[in-house]
DNA sequence: CTGTTAGCGCCTTCAG
DNA sequence: CTGAAGGCGCTAACAG
């Protein structure tokens, strides 16, 4: 019985008589034996790790990255492969071009992609296999999963009309997230608005930081330059108990009086608040599950596909969101 | 130049003199060289990789998690190390064997960690250092970081009776997480019942499943019990929504005619609610940090050394509690 | 279908 | 303070 016959078995890179795997298997978990990950890795030229880049975003984390990251855990032990995770900040591409070279992992899967993502050249040029949770700008030749954040702006205003609103306010991430191209903010922002200028509707839009006391003043701010407000759409989940209160400040109820819907959110976090909030849900643990499938399948096809998925959010209709209040109902401007 | 004199310089094993140093480093940054991961810890036994144990809850995700899975990536990449995240199921010891078998990692870092853990035997007789981010109930030899939910309940009883309250009731998570022996749950319900023994108070406790649902229901029954309940103190936030909603329900008003006082959550979730809620809040991003420091702390010193930290939660008012209301406040039982 | 033999890229004893 | 050689545990050609 040869060394290389036993990784023969184990690998199955090679046929092996039933007898003797039979064997060696039987031996093998009665030693408890389980090959060794850093030579194998070596001399196979394949580690069979991969890393998730999850760089802490500036805005806070939410309960949104941990059902990607643990979604993309268990899509990545389940193939037989093990997940790094990378914290590097963004901006902090040495980090990353180091972590790169040491020739740990056979790919990565990014999370928090922007518009114009510098990890793109940085792993291209270094020839290291990726995929992208999300989507840049230009996305030829790269294999990504994101949510429809296109298809859920437009859905929510389709779904706020649908109700009798017509005055229909949206509130984005910060400025600097937004300005820096994070693509959620940006698409979502972008579809509400071609929503509302096909329907002949006017736009009021705000950046606004994501806390509760930022969320409280920019919807003074909105509702300053438009009084007839009957209804809110928000990409910033941390601002909302803001503008919960802002607006039951005014003597007004939700849905009754105002309505609010949140896109991006997940259940966990709009279910946490009072009322519950519709949202338009991105289905971030299949994200997650993608996202890592898509690298996997760089790694090991001899003809590496390149698949791009969008899938789209769920509106979920929670306590936060009705018909349109007769008496504030507006006229089309 | 040989290649050994090379290692030395970049490991620091052995005095190399300045003028050799100065010239292997110029050369490394300007060839763009990384040590092979792979082969250095083949050679070196010493892989540099330690593994994160958070094996997802039963109870659900909440943004504590992902604030210890932050904090102890950062605190493994300060550190020269990568850190792996595994997700295997508590009680999939099998599945935990195989991957300590691998000889990938260095140590692990063990979260959602039980009264009776069954961990620590597999490392234990495995030979793999390691530590508790939280504690067994036998703690001899073992290092860990925890946070002191036994003073928390104390504290909790001690705020809320100086307050004038003397109707306080408790919400526990969900049973079978309960009985399990879930060290924040067992311990906070412990010093809970201690402290009002010793005030001479009635203790109300139920456990919830971790949801709004659940929650409204608990606290109905909770209320049935004790009709004079002016305070509740949980370790279940997910229930919060619920709770909140069986009492303005009732007309009461929070906090002036209820408080509610939510045990382990950190202020992120807190401040989602509507009132943002009091909390007594773990520092889960400095446990994170130093359940990492505590495992390489082993694996660095010659003499490892067991270190055990308690770290003292913090109480942060918020808008969920108040004095005692007086038409409402009972005798002392 | 199985055995033999070089390495994978680095660390770490040896010797100088 | 530096160089030379062996080997970490496995895989992947090469033979048979």
Redesign the pocket.
């Known amino acids: 019985?040869?060394?290389?016959?036993?990784?023969?078995?184990?690998?199955g890179?090679?046929?092996?008589?039933?007898?003797?795997?039979r064997r060696i298997f039987a031996a093998m978990d009665e030693l408890g034996?389980?090959?060794?990950a850093?030579?194998?890795g070596?001399?196979?030229?394949?580690s069979r790790i991969i890393a998730l880049h999850f760089p802490i975003p500036e805005r806070g984390v939410g309960l949104t990255e941990i059902e990607f990251i643990a979604s993309a855990a268990n899509a990545t032990r389940e193939n037989g492969y093990e997940m790094v995770l990378w914290t590097s900040e963004m901006h902090n591409l040495e980090e990353l071009r180091q972590s790169t070279q040491q020739?740990l992992v056979d790919g990565v899967v990014a999370m928090e992609v922007y518009l114009h993502d510098e990890r793109i050249p940085l792993w291209r040029e270094a020839g290291l296999p990726f995929s992208l949770i999300g989507r840049s700008a230009d996305t030829a030749g790269i294999s990504y999963v994101d949510a429809d954040f296109e298809l859920a702006g437009s859905d929510v205003v389709r779904y706020l009309r649908g109700l009798g609103h017509t005055h229909i306010g949206f509130l984005n991430q910060s400025q600097p997230v937004t300005e820096a191209g994070y693509g959620p903010a940006v698409r979502t922002q972008h579809s509400y608005e071609q929503a509302m200028d096909t329907a002949g509707l006017i736009r009021v839009v705000r950046t606004c930081p994501t806390n509760a006391a930022a969320g409280y003043d920019s919807f003074e701010q909105l509702l300053a330059e438009d009084p007839d407000l009957t209804a809110l759409v928000t990409v910033n989940d941390r601002a909302v108990p803001g503008v919960v209160q802002a607006i039951t400040g005014r003597g007004w109820r939700i849905p009754d009086d105002f309505s609010l819907v949140v896109v991006g959110s997940s259940g966990s976090v709009a279910e946490l608040m009072t009322p519950p909030v519709t949202t338009v849900e991105p289905q971030n643990a299949e994200m997650g599950r993608q996202g890592v499938r898509l690298l996997l399948e760089q790694l090991e096809a001899r003809e590496p596909e390149i698949t791009q998925i969008l899938l789209p959010c769920r509106l979920v209709v929670r306590g936060s969101s009705g018909p349109c209040p007769v008496e504030r109902r507006g006229t089309i401007s």
Do not use: F, H, W
């Not at 019985?1 to 690998?11: C, E, L, Q, R």
């Not at 890179?13 to 795997?21: A, C, G, K, L, N």
């Not at 034996?33 to 060794?36: A, H, K, R, V």
């Open positions: 019985m040869a060394a290389s016959t036993v990784s023969y078995a184990i690998n890179t090679r046929p092996i008589s039933e007898e003797t795997r034996y389980q090959p060794n850093l030579a194998r070596l001399a196979s030229k394949r020739g």
